[in-house]
């Protein structure tokens, strides 16, 4: 597949993504919707903060910014971490309900698969230019 498209493809991926990451944890913080689990607030917020963020990354990846497989594989990182310490929290039976666990699941799934992307393409666009580098 051309690698133009799978970066358009990881960029529109991260965007929605973050954006109902933000619409969804706003509407908990602010209190529009109620869940029938334990919310916990550290959490939501971190979430809601890593929307935005997302939403920017996602923009640098569109516009293919050299950045961004560093700024990917942060957020994935940040994101695993925060899963290991969710599910240590849920373990203990701390206020962590299984739902934040699946959910932060997700999100380090989704983001470790746009870093995969992100290497990829990046990986081919060096090789690219290597060959155009070793012809001169």
């Given at each position: ?15 929605l ?65 925060v ?34 992307v ?19």
């Amino acid at each position: 597949m051309n690698k133009t498209i799978l970066i358009k493809m990881a960029a529109t991926v991260a965007v929605l993504f973050s954006l109902l990451t933000i619409v969804e944890g706003s509407q908990v913080l602010l209190e529009i919707t109620q869940q029938e689990y334990i919310v916990f607030t550290p959490l939501l917020i971190y979430n809601v903060v890593m929307g935005i963020v997302g939403l920017f990354i996602g923009a640098l990846i569109w516009v293919n910014h050299k950045k961004s497989l560093t700024l990917t594989s942060i957020v994935t990182v940040l994101h695993l971490f925060v899963l290991v310490v969710v599910a240590i929290i849920f373990i203990s039976d701390g206020p962590v309900a299984m739902h934040s666990v699946k959910a932060m699941t997700i999100r380090s799934a989704v983001w470790l698969a746009i870093t995969l992307v992100m290497w990829k393409t990046n990986q081919s666009i060096e090789i690219s230019s290597k060959k155009i580098t070793s012809n001169k």
